[in-house]
């Protein structure tokens, strides 16, 4: 008996040894060592460094195609543009930064806004055929009828021609990159200036922060076609464009030819109305009661007439001292002498040229 118990005892202990074994070896494998836990970590950030690598690696990858794809793009848009069926070169008023309208392929070069010389037409040939059938033929000369017709022409060529041409246009400087902008202040952008002498007299260049250019001469920036115009005069809102070094004597012509057109009409519509005056007494009242087209007519190219007179006398004046209406507003020339008159003979010569 003594021998059984002795054995218990010893299987006991032993099943109570491997019992702790057994919890030591799990809490060895449920716990690691320090090593383990570091050589885990070592995995990991080796892991984590070569995922940012891959994935930075990537993206500059692809952001390099991106903008390879953007030239490729941007250089056969520049080079071709499809029309029809065929390929025809792309010109430059396909990708015109400014707020021009073009026609005709570019050949021809408008403003914005066409409402001032559509109206400015319709009043001309509105005024034109009111006279001619109205004024002209109670006259009864054709002579009157054909001059009339001739005016007309001429004021309607000079209106298409000073509206569709290139007013002097500077092209912009596309080559300054917005990065190299982007280092300079805006601030300092808008103070920088040249000065240049010119016949003696200090002239300052202004930045055009839009246009990415110094301001020749005499340029100014237009507000609504957005470009910079070389001997910018003013933007003219019955044309419907701006007016400037290349279309200025145009513009006099168109102003001259319109006076002398409007003083046409107002003279004879006034010997028009002598003739209709009624006998009866009643004056204003049985003109506009028997013609009142006669009477519109000789109101407005009176009004047309003291309008274009104004304007032409004030053009004469600026053509011969040799300044612009944006710098005769501006008084750009009060402190200092006016670098560009020659003389009144000159000046005029210099337009005509």
Known sequence: MEWMASEEKDGSINSSVAQAIDNSASLEIDQPTESTMSSGKKVDKNSEVSFQAKSKQLLSSLWEKIVGFQRVVQEKSFRFCRGGDELEQARVYHFW?????????????????????????????????????????????????????????????????VSTIDPGIIPRNDQCSSVELGTIDAGKRRRRSKVVVINGIEVKLKYCNICNIYRPPR???????????????????????????????????????????????????????????????????????????????????????????????????????????????????????????????????????
């Open 219 to 353: 340029t100014c920036h237009c507000a609504t076609c957005n470009n910079c115009i070389q001997q910018f005069d003013h933007h003219c809102t019955w044309i419907g464009h701006c007016v400037g070094l290349r279309n200025y004597r145009l513009h006099v012509t168109f102003l001259l030819t319109g006076l002398l057109l409007f003083a046409f009409i107002f003279i004879f519509s006034c010997k028009s109305l002598h003739h209709k005056l009624p006998g009866d007494g009643n004056g204003v009242i049985g003109l506009l009661r028997n013609d009142p087209e006669t009477v519109a007519l000789t109101l407005f190219s009176f009004v047309a007439m003291c309008f274009l007179a104004g304007f032409s006398c004030y053009h004469v004046y600026l053509i011969a001292i040799n300044q612009t209406s944006y710098e005769h507003f501006h008084q750009k020339y009060v402190n200092s002498g006016n670098p560009y008159d020659k003389g009144i003979v000159d000046n005029i010569k210099e337009v005509l040229d």
């Open 97 to 161: 930064p400014g707020n021009n309208v073009f026609f005709f392929k570019g050949r021809l070069i408008c403003g914005p806004d066409p409402k001032g010389l559509i109206l400015t037409a319709i009043a001309i040939i509105l005024s034109s055929w009111t006279f001619t059938v109205h004024v002209a033929s109670d006259i009864r000369n054709p002579a009157i009828i054909v001059t009339s017709s001739i005016l007309t022409t001429i004021v309607l060529v000079n209106l298409v021609y």
